[in-house]
């Protein structure tokens, strides 16, 4: 779609911070702290959709190969498709994979991995459980990828979470994982 497009029907979304720069598409979430980023040519069709707060919103279509994925963006959220776990986890790994929802908002993302990463600390948890809870976590993440968020804080909290279980996934290579995993070890130095 064309930039003024996109800006035009993002307007109708109050509190969002929209702009384009150097060719980009930002719309910035200022109640989540966080931007997705994305190529305008990208975007198949921006229009209106109820959300259950009955305030404004806008669904965008964004082309990532052959899928089609909804980034719907809301007064104070945004929500996405989770990645698909068979996408993530190691070939013939043997793991028990939880419900997913079909869509995820980042609010509702970061308040589940960060309660998880506190009750890992505060309760003896069954290692499967919170594995199956890890990857449905890290589906969360990926699905935020996909659409050009970058969830620093999230990933933070399912590092941390990660690092507490002994029963570890065994995930497929994912050189966008690691890049994120490095910037979440970047802000923890600068936190010192």
């Given at each position: ?88 986890i190691a070939e013939h ?26 009750a890992v600390d505060a ?9 199956a809870t890890l990857l ?57």
């Amino acid at each position: 779609m064309r930039s003024y497009e996109l800006t035009e029907a993002l307007a109708e979304v109050p509190g969002v911070e929209v702009t384009i720069r150097r060719g980009a598409l930002h719309i910035h979430q200022p109640a989540l702290g966080d931007t997705a980023t994305l190529d305008p040519d990208d975007v198949t069709e921006a229009f209106d959709v109820y959300v259950p707060t009955e305030q404004p919103a806008v669904q965008l279509d964004i082309r990532r190969g052959h899928e089609i994925l909804p980034l719907i963006v809301t007064v104070q959220d945004l929500v996405f498709t989770p990645a698909y776990a068979d996408d993530l986890i190691a070939e013939h790994a043997e793991l028990l994979v939880p419900a997913m929802p079909t869509m995820i908002a980042y609010s509702e993302m970061h308040r589940d991995v960060r309660a998880l990463g506190k009750a890992v600390d505060a309760e003896e948890l069954d290692p499967q459980t919170i594995a199956a809870t890890l990857l449905a976590h890290r589906c969360f993440l990926r699905g935020a990828i996909r659409v050009g968020l970058w969830p620093v804080r999230v990933a933070a909290w399912w590092e941390y979470t990660s690092s507490r279980t002994p029963h570890q996934i065994p995930m497929r290579p994912d050189e966008t994982w690691d890049n994120l995993l490095a910037d979440v070890a970047k802000a923890r130095q600068q936190a010192i």
